[in-house]
């Protein structure tokens, strides 16, 4: 099998889209966990019954799972292109890398406006005494959000990390086997 080289950069960037996509992975699922404590499954709506200290910690904890969030998720993207700009893979023999590519770029869009929702989000908890009519109105308007396309793309780069471990649709393997076989 040829070895393909990458140049330093391609792996810089890489190593640093890794790093990214776990704290943005996990940042993601611990912002959910901790909304999850606003919410009533019963009724589909907010808890009324937390008291306000309570709640208002929550809401600190989602602003500074935000932050991470959002700065990772910035981080990501452009190391993203940075990769996919830089590296002497080619899309067209390593179908995982396009798939992976198409799974990730495919979302950029909503993940812009879910990031400028969880901006005005962190910028009203920060500013002044916390209006928590307002933060409970953001935080319902960054869940319901394109009518659940947000947890359709986390479960979209969930499924980039099998691809790019298992590296399914890859031609070379195809290639090689035929060429062993003949």
Known sequence: MKQILQTR????????????????LGGINIRTLIGNELL???QFDFRT?????RENTLFQMISNASLVVVISYVIVLIT????????????????????SAILFFMFVPIELYTNYLD???MILFHSGPPNHDELL??????IGAFSGVPVIA????YTIIPLVIFKPLNRHTVVNEEEKAG
């Open 9 to 24: 950069s391609n792996k810089i960037a890489l190593t640093l889209l890794v790093l990214a996509g776990i704290f943005w």
């Open 40 to 42: 009533d499954y019963d």
């Open 49 to 53: 019954s937390i008291p306000p200290d």
């Open 80 to 99: 993203a292109i940075w990769f996919v700009a830089t590296t002497h893979l080619k899309m067209k023999e390593n179908g995982w890398l396009l798939m």
């Open 119 to 121: 901006v005005q989000f």
């Open 137 to 142: 109105r953001l935080f319902g308007e960054r």
């Open 154 to 157: 986390v479960l979209c780069y």
